[in-house]
């Protein structure tokens, strides 16, 4: 295969202390490479498919076998990592040696991409969780967002990713949509675009492809696409000046990439794309695809659809809707099933695929790769860490932090806390999952036993003995280690000097049944003088706990964020974050029409 040279630019960047940061990229005018044109078929069909490494990698596989089984499913890309839904993968070890074993047996230089939303610790293990994309918005600072946006590439970098899916360039317009509620920079295009182009800038000034997501925008409807079709239902003027501005902003910027999602966007499409009474997404849609992204908006970058395993996007065509993807316009499949390779071949051989619409994809992927440095053999395909780069990445995290933090009330003018007053306090995690919320609730405990305070943690709280000893009874399996009764909420706020509690939800807990409604219910009924609610994730929970005097946005819940939250409760740093969002969205909801006045 036919490779050239990679021109190298290197830019010095003031940051911080000087560091000075080397960052590979080619041109999106300079002349593409041809290597592309020697791939067979089947390998350019490759080129169009990103699979999971553990597709790759199955059991006890020999080396030999890979190099046989990439041979016959040639992908152009791998992802790696954890998702966004399950949070933290392997270790970054681990898949530092699967991305050097899946590039040693690929024919094709190979592309490595994942999530890392909320920094790359957000999907490796070992490396930095950093916050929320809303924690970045609320600290109005391009300088912070471009650090963000540095700080994951050159971490990733340094195991072998070159292409994230990321930045969020969504809107959260619509309170009641959990999906992207803290995934969102903010819900304003004013306030998301400079910041999403810093970040942008950060990643791909770093060697790391961006991408922005989820085009045509999600924010405006309540439903999560892992089910259900969903759909942005604004007009054309209006979604032209929202999501639409802002991803047309990011295309005229250069991102390198954009993910369509599982959405619709029917001010823009013809009927003739309703199917079944709903329209089609744009991971199915030409109309939005290819006449809209492409023609009219003018990307020239890879276009990579959203996961292929959710109900948005497999319910309408089942087993033909990769191959009506890439029809549609669509570059890039994201874990489509082996059998796509044998469709795509059959649907290019017959015609109705034209070969003309193969080779644009393939010639976009292979542009991506050429910028990226993966042509060529010469350029190293890890950049490892130097003690700069960990410094960096840690005061990013912790400068972050400290300034996203939220006070969005305190009516009774709680804060600052004053140490002396404070001896004993009770940590209430709120969550239908554990591992997030307990090793914050834990790593809270952790930071106030250094400052001399006595803090508990209790879940299940309830209001009388009979309610405590009846519930007890109906979740035995979650007090199967304590020994009833459970203490009353009202004896554990008069046994302490504090009651925080710990959000940490992505959705609306009130109902039904789960573990975190346990908790919603019983706050505020005791102790609420002294009480502070802290969301770590959505940041529209400010509404749902109205009746908390002392409420705090902290959009993560990482240990720099629960460092700088204890710091900010004590007076030794100042909450100075804004809200990205307008949290008095849901006031439109209010049947009282004194509801704007009382917000």
């Known amino acids: 295969m036919k490779n050239k040279k990679i021109y190298f630019k290197v830019s010095a960047i003031l940051l911080l202390s000087s560091i000075l940061c080397t960052a ?41 076998d890979l190099v046989a089984y990439l041979k016959k499913y040639p992908v ?55 916050t929320h994309l809303s924690g970045v918005g609320a600290t109005r600072s391009k300088t912070l967002a471009y650090d963000f946006g540095r700080a994951t590439a050159i971490e990733a970098r340094s195991i072998g990713y070159n292409w994230l899916f990321t930045p969020v360039a969504d809107l959260v317009q619509n309170p009641f949509n959990y999906l992207v509620a803290e995934r969102s920079i903010s819900d304003d295009p004013g306030v998301a675009t400079p910041l999403l182009i810093s970040m942008v800038n ?11 997501k989820h085009f045509p925008g999600d924010g405006i409807d309540y439903r999560n696409q892992h089910e259900t ?56 849609s030409y109309d939005l695809t290819t006449k809209l992204l492409k023609q009219k908006m003018g990307f020239k970058g890879v276009v990579v659809t959203d996961a292929l395993i959710m109900g948005g996007f497999i319910k309408f065509y089942g087993d033909d809707a990769c191959v009506r993807s890439i029809q549609a316009g669509t ?102 999952e554990d591992e997030r919320v307990n090793g914050a609730a834990k790593h809270l405990q952790s930071v106030l036993a250094q400052r001399g305070i006595n803090a508990t943690i209790k879940r299940g ?52 049944g789960g573990r975190a409604q346990n908790d919603t219910w019983t706050y505020g009924m005791a102790g609420r003088e002294k009480t502070i609610v802290v969301s770590l994730d959505n940041p529209f929970h400010s509404d749902e706990f109205a009746s908390a005097d002392t409420y705090i946005n902290a959009y993560d819940a990482s240990d720099v964020v629960i460092n700088a939250l204890t710091r900010g409760l004590f007076g030794e740093i100042t909450f100075t974050g804004k809200s990205p969002d307008n949290l008095t969205m849901f006031r439109k909801f209010d049947l009282d029409p004194r509801a704007e006045q009382l917000k």
Not at 96 to 114: F, H, M, N, Q, T
Not at 478 to 499: G, Q, R, Y
């Open 229 to 284: 079709t969903s759909c942005n239902a604004l007009t054309q003027a209006a979604w032209d000046t929202n999501h639409g501005a802002v991803f047309q902003a990011l295309i005229d910027n250069d991102v390198m990439a954009i993910m369509e999602g599982h959405i619709s966007l029917p001010c823009y499409q013809s009927d003739s794309e309703i199917v079944n009474g709903q329209f089609l997404p744009a991971t199915l």
């Open 76 to 130: 152009g890309g791998v992802f790696e990592g954890g998702t966004v839904i399950f949070d933290s993968g392997p270790a970054a070890a681990q898949i530092g040696d699967r991305i050097a074993r899946l590039r040693k047996a690929s024919p094709v230089p190979l592309i490595i991409c994942g999530d890392m939303e909320s920094g790359a610790g957000a999907n490796v293990r070992g490396l930095t969780r950093i």
């Open 202 to 212: 950060g990643y791909q000034d770093n060697g790391i492809a961006a991408t922005a």
């Open 461 to 512: 709280l309830w209001l009388e003995k009979s309610q405590v000893s009846h519930r007890w009874w109906n979740n035995w399996w979650f007090h199967i280690f304590s020994k009833p009764p459970v203490k009353t909420m009202p004896e554990v706020a008069a046994e302490n000097d504090l009651i925080i509690y710990l959000v940490c939800e992505v959705g609306f807990q009130t109902w039904y």
């Open 331 to 432: 570059d890039m499949l994201l874990w489509p099933p082996e059998r796509y390779f044998d469709d795509m071949e059959k649907a290019v051989q017959s015609g109705r695929i034209p070969m003309s619409r193969l080779d644009d994809a393939v010639q976009r992927v292979w542009r991506l790769k050429q910028r990226l440095g993966l042509l060529d053999t010469n350029n190293p395909p890890t950049r490892p860490l130097t003690d700069e780069d960990t410094n960096f990445i840690a005061k990013t995290a912790q400068d972050i932090a400290e300034t996203s933090i939220t006070l969005v009330r305190d009516r009774n003018k709680l804060l600052p806390l004053n140490p002396s007053a404070i001896h004993h306090v009770v940590i209430i995690p709120i969550s239908n």
């Open 24 to 64: 590979q990229d080619v041109s999106s005018t300079q002349s593409l490479d041809d290597g592309w044109k020697q791939l067979t078929l089947r390998e350019k069909i490759g080129q169009t498919v990103i699979m999971r490494s553990d597709s790759l990698l199955k059991k006890n596989m020999t080396d030999k």
